[in-house]
């Protein structure tokens, strides 16, 4: 299964480890969408027409990877009222133009990123972090 990451859960970041014993293989990818750095220290991606870099992680034991990445997602299913971010499957292409289809947590409450989040103007959380600790 392929999932794409954005934020702390990419490789040499905050939490890759609980995405570490999963992964099998990793790339350098994009997708669409806008994104935004909030006040507690991690991004939020939603729709838009900009650029998100991250990473495609393909994933061996879905099922379990999935369990634990909900959770620390806090995905509690579609549409769920109390969720974080919505696990939905979407397009993302690798850095040669290779195009896939991954699951990719996104906000799941969008309209309150303006207001609370921070624009990262380059969709590069990584690139925003070092940038903003300068």
């Given amino acids: 299964m392929l999932i794409f990451v954005y934020g702390s859960l990419m490789t040499g ?3 890759h480890s609980v995405i570490a014993p999963f992964v ?7 997708t669409k969408g806008t994104l935004y750095h909030l006040p507690d ?3 939020a991606l939603v729709e838009g027409s900009g650029i998100v870099w991250g990473e495609l992680f393909d994933l061996r034991d879905s099922q379990n990877a999935l369990t634990i990445l909900d959770r620390f997602e806090d995905f ?6 109390h969720n974080l971010y919505e696990r939905v ?5 690798s850095e040669d133009g290779t195009e896939f289809t991954a699951q990719v947590y996104r906000w799941a409450k969008p309209l ?11 969709g590069d959380w990584r690139e925003f972090l070092r940038e903003s600790h300068n």
Avoid: C, D, F, H
């Avoid at 509690?76 to 009222?81: F, I, R, T, V």
């Avoid at 499957?89 to 292409?93: G, R």
């Fill in 13 to 15: 970041m905050s939490n």
């Fill in 76 to 81: 509690y299913g579609p549409g769920n009222s």
């Fill in 41 to 43: 220290g991690y991004p």
């Fill in 112 to 122: 309150e990123l303006k207001r609370i989040g921070v624009p990262v103007p380059n």
């Fill in 24 to 30: 099998q293989g990793v790339r350098v990818a994009y």
């Fill in 89 to 93: 499957p979407q397009t993302v292409w």
